[in-house]
């Protein structure tokens, strides 16, 4: 079974530029969030889907963060215009209900973002 | 806002002794507490969990226990490897994953 992918790996931009982060859950998840790390600081909840609906966006941080699930499928985390503080690590995580009926959450590899 | 505290944010142990790490959260409807374990270059995995309905779980060298009057939860590891160092990461959420909050990470390191 294949885990869940980010991309790119890596982004570097200049301030005021676009930046679109792309995940894809495990197959079958209907539930994926995002969240960013800054280093040395917590993993950071941004946004939590489940399907296609946004079921929790209280993480985000102002409107230049956009996310969409199109589908219910994959998720893309749009940036626009990018400033210097959005720098960090984009994690994406997948989880679907467990026999106990809890969601063990499946991390992709990240996405580092540095805006210069 | 909701928070979760974790402490210490570095630890370094011998090799073969153990490593507690505490974390305390602040949203009294928290009843899911996972761990994650991130090695240097890698994705966060969950290696422990508990849920508020127990005290304490043990899975080989790895135990967590919880106290929810308290609000405390911490995690144990017993006999360290040198292949235990990572930043280990606690978390609290809501039944169906809502609401997941992240402490700040400990990097634990093992000393060979």
């Known amino acids: 079974e294949a885990g869940v992918t980010q991309f790119p790996s890596h982004s570097v931009i200049e301030k005021g530029q676009t930046v679109t982060l792309r995940c894809d859950p495990i197959s079958g998840h209907d539930n994926l969030y995002w969240y960013r790390r800054v280093m040395g600081k917590e993993i950071k909840f941004l946004l939590h889907?489940?399907?296609?609906?946004?079921?929790?966006e209280s993480g985000m941080p102002n409107n230049r963060f956009l996310a969409e699930r199109t589908g219910g499928t994959y998720s893309t985390l749009k940036v626009q215009p990018a400033e210097l503080e959005d720098s960090g690590v984009y994690f994406c995580?997948?989880?679907?209900?467990?026999?106990?009926?809890?969601?063990?959450?499946?991390f992709g590899p990240g996405t580092r973002l540095t805006v210069t | 806002g909701e928070n979760v505290e974790q402490h210490p944010s570095t630890l370094s142990v011998q090799e073969g002794d153990s490593a507690v790490i505490k974390c305390t959260y602040s949203?009294?409807?928290?009843?899911?507490f996972p761990w994650y374990k991130q090695e240097l270059g890698k994705r966060p995995q969950l290696i422990i969990d508990i849920r508020s309905n127990v005290g304490e779980k043990k899975d080989q060298r790895i135990a967590v226990t919880l106290n929810k009057t308290a609000k405390h939860f911490s995690l144990h590891i017993t006999e360290t490897q040198p292949e235990d160092s990572a930043v280990y990461f606690c978390a609290a959420s809501h039944t169906g994953g809502f609401k997941t909050i992240f402490g700040a990470g400990t990097r634990l390191f093992v000393k060979a």
């Open positions: 889907f489940v399907k296609e609906s946004k079921q929790d």
């Open positions: 949203d009294s409807a928290s009843n899911y």
């Open positions: 995580a997948s989880s679907q209900v467990s026999a106990g009926g809890f969601y063990e959450q499946y």
